[in-house]
T-cell receptor, first 109, second 114 residues
Framework: AQRVTQPEKLLSVFKGAPVELKCNYS??????LFWYVQYSRQRLQLLLR??SRESIKGFTADLNKGETSFHLKKPFAQEEDSAMYYC???????????FGTGTRLLVSP | EAGVAQSPRYKIIEKRQSVAFWCNPI?????LYWYQQILGQGPKLLIQ????????DSQLPKDRFSAERLKGVDSTLKIQPAKLEDSAVYLC????????????FGPGTRLTVL
């Protein structure tokens, strides 16, 4: 079965520092990958998807099929980036989104 | 547009009791999802409806959990009887059609089973 691994439960950085939230997946086919985010006291929401290849709130993520990774990056973290981030995978031809366990990002002033 | 609505927001019950959760998806969204999120874990899909048909319920514990989506709009998720391990946040989400479409989540129902 496909699996999504987010190795860090907590990532703590200072404002202005670069951020990389790691996501690795186990699936041999061509997946669709997503990052969902939950800010404090807000609902879970889509941040970005790999097929869009866009930058949202300064975040980017590149799908690396060789390393089966989809790490989320931002060059300069802001305090408002503090949130829970979930990586999620959708197998080709299937309709079930599989989430990782999440990484809490804490950006300190 | 109005978001996904869920009720109740919190529920505390004793084990072996029954409980029901309600979800109203975004208008026009064909697909509705129920997820279970246990503390420290990511959301896990319990059941997925497209209109009023079930797309996936492979991880729904069918001996105690049931769900329905009447008329392809609102949905209810029921647990009967509840166990301690059912303590979790139950999230409802909806999307236009496919799971790859943006899923819009409700605020969740936090269930505590004592």
């Amino acid at each position: 079965a496909q699996r999504v691994t987010q190795p860090e439960k907590l990532l703590s950085v200072f404002k202005g520092a670069p951020v990389e939230l790691k996501c690795n997946y186990s699936y041999s086919g061509s997946p669709e990958l997503f990052w969902y985010v939950q800010y404090s006291r807000q609902r879970l929401q889509l941040l970005l998807r790999h097929i869009s290849r866009e930058s949202i709130k300064g975040f980017t993520a590149d799908l690396n099929k060789g390393e089966t990774s989809f790490h989320l990056k931002k060059p300069f973290a802001q305090e408002e980036d503090s949130a829970m981030y979930y990586c999620a995978l959708l197998r080709a031809g299937f309709q079930k989104l599989v989430f990782g366990t999440g990484t809490r990002l804490l950006v300190s002033p | 547009e109005a978001g996904v609505a869920q009720s109740p927001r919190y529920k505390i019950i004793e084990k072996r009791q029954s409980v029901a959760f309600w979800c109203n998806p975004i208008s026009g969204h064909a697909t509705l999802y129920w997820y279970q999120q246990i503390l420290g874990q990511g959301p896990k899909l319990l059941i997925q409806f497209q209109n009023n048909g079930v797309v996936d319920d492979s991880q729904l514990p069918k001996d105690r959990f049931s769900a329905e989506r009447l008329k392809g709009v609102d949905s209810t998720l029921k647990i009967q009887p509840a166990k301690l391990e059912d303590s979790a946040v139950y999230l409802c989400a909806s999307s236009l059609v496919r799971a790859a479409d943006t899923q819009y989540f409700g605020p969740g129902t936090r269930l505590t089973v004592l």
